[in-house]
C-alpha cells in the first residue's frame, strides 16, 4: 500500500517552453501532497504544499507563477513549470499525506528528473 | 520555526558492522520523527519513523531512539549489508503543520 506514481520519469524540455509533471496516490486518498527539489547531492527542499480543492501554499522564494500546481482531485496533483530556464534543471519529487488528522506520514514518488536545454 | 541538523555526512562501515545516524531537532513540540532511505535517482522510502510518545522503535535490523529531553533521535541499522548504502534524511514536522523539514542528509557506503 501507500503507493505514489510520477510522470514523466524524466523530461528534456528547451528554454521557455512549458512542462506539467503529474503526481498520483495510487492506493489511498491523499488530500495533502508537497512537491519538492532536489539538486545534486543535497537535501530535499519543500517548494509548495498541494491542498485538494484550493489554492497551493508556496515556501519563501518559490515563484508561484513559474510552478504552478494544481490538486483536482484526491489522488492527482499536477506541478506546471511554466517558462523554463536552464536553472530549473533540477530533480522534482513530489510526496502524499493520506487524509486523517493524526496522519503524519508523508510516501514519496520516484521523481522526475527535469533537464532544460 | 523548526531546524533539523543531521550527522554525519558521509559513513563508511564493515559489512556486518552497525551504522548510527543522529539527528537534532530544535521544536520541542514536534511530535513524529520520520527515516527516509534514497538510492540513487529514487524518491525517498520510508524505513522507520517514530512518535513522540515512545522512546525506541525496531524493524529487524533497523531501529529509531528518540531523546526528547535533549532533542535528538538516531538511526540505527545492525548487521550492515551494501544493499544498505545509500543516502539517508531525517525529518521533522514543521511546528503545527504536517510540513517536513529534513536534515542535510547522511551518504552511507557499506563496504563488502
Known amino acids: 500500500g501507500a503507493v505514489v506514481s510520477q510522470h514523466p520519469s524524466w523530461v528534456i524540455c528547451k528554454s521557455g517552453t512549458s512542462v506539467k509533471i503529474e503526481c498520483r496516490s495510487l492506493d489511498f486518498q491523499a488530500t495533502t501532497m508537497f512537491w519538492y527539489r532536489q539538486f545534486p547531492k543535497q537535501s530535499l527542499m519543500l517548494m509548495a504544499t498541494s491542498n485538494e480543492g484550493s489554492k497551493a501554499t508556496y515556501e519563501q522564494g518559490v515563484e508561484k507563477d513559474k510552478f504552478l500546481i494544481n490538486h483536482a482531485s484526491l489522488t492527482l496533483s499536477t506541478l506546471t513549470v511554466t517558462s523554463a530556464h536552464p536553472e530549473d534543471s533540477s530533480f522534482y519529487i513530489c510526496?502524499?499525506?493520506?487524509?486523517?488528522?493524526?496522519?503524519?506520514?508523508?510516501?514519496f514518488g520516484p521523481g522526475t528528473r527535469l533537464t532544460v536545454t | 520555526g523548526e531546524n533539523v541538523e543531521q550527522h554525519p555526512s558521509t559513513l563508511s562501515v564493515q559489512e556486518g558492522d552497525s551504522a548510527v545516524i543522529k539527528c537534532t531537532y530544535s521544536d520541542s513540540a514536534s511530535n513524529y520523527f520520520p527515516w527516509y532511505k534514497q538510492e540513487l535517482g529514487k524518491g525517498p522510502q520510508l524505513i522507520i519513523d517514530?512518535?513522540?510518545?515512545?522512546g525506541e522503535k525496531k524493524d529487524q535490523r533497523i531501529a529509531v531512539t528518540l531523546n526528547k529531553t535533549a532533542k535528538h533521535f538516531s538511526l540505527h541499522i545492525t548487521e550492515t549489508q551494501p544493499e544498505d548504502s545509500a543516502v539517508y534524511f531525517c525529518?521533522?514536522?514543521?511546528?503545527?503543520?504536517?510540513?517536513?523539514?529534513f536534515g542535510t542528509g547522511t551518504r552511507l557506503k557499506v563496504l563488502a
Open positions: 517514530i512518535r513522540s510518545n515512545v
Open positions: 510526496s502524499a499525506r493520506e487524509t486523517g488528522p493524526s496522519s503524519y506520514e508523508q510516501y
Open positions: 525529518a521533522a514536522p514543521f511546528s503545527g503543520t504536517y510540513k517536513y523539514i
